[in-house]
């Protein structure tokens, strides 16, 4: 199994994490899955295909609709460090209460699938078509990813 799989089901299973996209670190539980960009080589990062950046983009927008609409906890609202805006519960639609995701589960899954792309080479700032600064989609200004995060500086 690949680290952002076994992370992942053990976020799902309760446990708490930390990301650190400028830092390259994840932690879950007690444990540094990742440090400073390290991590047990024997393992790979994660298996999803990833054609592009645009692809990528296509797939970090899909996972912060998912976050965005996510359904919040007392554990998420009280989490210190928060990447991207997520919507309270009172503004959410009876659908998206009946069918969200748990908030704490959908922001790691957005978070560390950007910190596994950006320290697989995959995710590599383009100016082009994410702008000088940060990338912020036009269709969802919440949806904000900074050139730091990207590029560690």
């Keep these: 199994m690949c680290i952002y799989q076994e992370a992942l089901?053990?976020?799902h299973n309760g446990e708490p994490f930390y990301i650190d996209f400028e830092k390259r670190?994840?932690?879950?539980?007690?444990d540094?899955?990742?440090?400073?960009?390290?991590?047990?080589?024997?393992?790979?990062?994660?298996t999803y295909q990833v054609y592009d950046l645009h692809?990528?983009?296509?797939?970090?927008?899909e996972l912060y609709r998912n976050y965005k609409y996510s359904l919040p906890s007392e554990r998420s609202d009280n989490k210190r460090r928060k990447y991207f805006k997520a919507l309270p519960v009172d503004e959410l639609t009876d659908e998206q209460l009946i069918?969200?995701?748990?908030?704490?589960?959908?922001q790691f899954t957005l978070e560390a699938?950007?910190?596994?792309?950006?320290?697989?080479?995959?995710?590599?700032w383009d100016e082009?078509?994410?702008?000088k600064w940060f990338y912020a989609r036009p269709s969802d200004p919440d949806l904000i990813i900074l050139r730091s995060w990207v590029e560690g500086k």
């Design 25 to 30: 670190t994840m932690k879950v539980g007690r």
């Design 128 to 131: 082009d078509i994410m702008g």
């Design 55 to 61: 692809s990528l983009l296509h797939m970090v927008r």
């Design 32 to 46: 540094k899955i990742i440090d400073n960009g390290e991590w047990d080589t024997s393992k790979v990062l994660y």
């Design 9 to 11: 089901e053990r976020v």
């Design 99 to 106: 069918i969200g995701q748990s908030r704490e589960v959908a």
């Design 113 to 124: 699938f950007i910190l596994c792309t950006i320290l697989s080479g995959e995710f590599v």
